[in-house]
């Protein structure tokens, strides 16, 4: 069964930091760029950055440029977000997603939700002192 486990996720202090993991569970990443996404209450799933798998080029949402940074180790078959100078705006229900060969991430439309093929169950995020 082709799956993601996340973590990672928890309740964070104003201004801490994050790391979140995506491990691919039944399957390599080698094939698949990887978005990560994220959901707060009320809102619309958006898209934060997405790495591919070839050669670990990046591309980020314009609200996530300095403050998050996505990387995977491929031995691992996990991708991470490292999200820091945490604030209450950032709490959300975080999700990473597969993308066969990229065909999102190298042409810069990461960011819908349509078109990926595998999505992790979430982990939540929480910002609060």
């Known amino acids: 069964q082709r799956r993601f486990v996340e973590s990672g996720g928890g309740l964070v202090q104003p201004g801490g930091s994050l790391r979140l993991s995506c491990e691919a569970s039944?399957?390599?990443?080698?094939?698949?760029?990887i978005g990560w996404f994220r959901q707060a209450p009320g809102k619309e799933r958006e898209g934060i950055s997405c790495i591919m798998a070839s050669d670990g080029t990046t591309d980020y949402a314009d609200f996530a440029k300095g403050r998050f940074t996505i990387s995977r180790d491929n031995a691992k078959n996990t991708v991470y977000l490292q999200i820091n100078s945490l604030k209450p705006e950032v709490a959300a229900v975080y999700y990473c997603?597969?993308?066969?060969?990229?065909?999102?991430?190298?042409?810069?439309?990461?960011?819908?939700?349509?078109?990926?093929?595998?999505w992790g169950q979430g982990t939540q995020v929480t910002v609060s002192s």
């Open positions: 039944g399957f390599t990443l080698d094939d698949y760029a």
């Open positions: 997603a597969a993308d066969w060969k990229g065909q999102l991430c190298s042409g810069g439309h990461f960011g819908g939700i349509l078109g990926y093929d595998y």
